[in-house]
């Protein structure tokens, strides 16, 4: 098969049994988390230079955030950005991830426990994202299973660096938050994130 994760659709979604449900992804009240003066100086710089790529927004806007996050919860996780990730040719799952985090801190190469994928995207509504975004969270899921590790759920995020959209997958179903959290309210976003990185210390999410 040569389609790659760019290329799926929510038809290609549904052929590999992946329902797709829109709900409030999270219930619970979201504590806000202050940024850093370094996040809000580096956000306030890097707005200006200019980002009219996938790349660019994922260098200035992206890993400042995912960077910071990281720095907060020390020996929680660690992320990995452009790496090529083929897990099942057959199956077209294959192709590059803009971010992979695996709950293993201090890991030198993607090893499992994979516990989410955040996708870039430009000049693209974030809706349009979701399969490939779906793609990536299934086989990440596959990943796990074939070293042998139970995790519940694989979170996706779409961004293009200024809205970020939250999906969730258990087993073969995907929850579509219904909203999406910006940088215009920083502390609202971590604390949604925070949510997220809370949950890959739970054995169910």
Request: aromatic share 12%; with cysteine; charged share 20%.
């Amino acid at each position: 098969m040569k389609k790659s994760y760019s290329h799926f659709t929510i038809d290609d979604i549904r052929g590999l049994g992946i329902s797709v449900i829109r709900a409030e992804l999270f219930t619970q009240a979201i504590n806000t988390v202050a940024p850093s003066d370094f996040l809000l100086k580096t956000l306030a710089i890097n707005h200006d230079i200019p980002s009219e790529s996938e790349k660019a927004k994922s260098e200035l806007l992206i890993t400042p955030i995912l960077t910071e996050l990281w720095a907060q919860n020390p020996q929680k996780f660690t992320y990995f950005s452009g790496y090529q990730f083929n897990v099942d040719s057959k199956l077209g799952l294959k192709g590059f991830c803009d971010f992979i985090i695996s709950k293993k801190y201090n890991a030198a190469f993607i090893e499992s426990p994979l516990v989410a994928v955040v996708e870039a995207k430009h000049n693209q509504d974030l809706l349009d994202a979701t399969p490939q975004c779906i793609a990536e969270m299934y086989a990440a899921q596959l990943f796990n299973k074939k070293n042998q590790e139970e995790i519940n759920c694989i979170y996706g995020v779409i961004t293009n660096g200024y809205e970020w959209l939250f999906l969730k997958l258990i087993d073969k179903q995907v929850t579509l938050d219904h909203n999406r959290y910006g940088i215009k309210n920083l502390p609202e976003l971590l604390g949604v994130w925070q949510v997220v990185i809370d949950g890959f210390e739970e054995t169910l999410c």
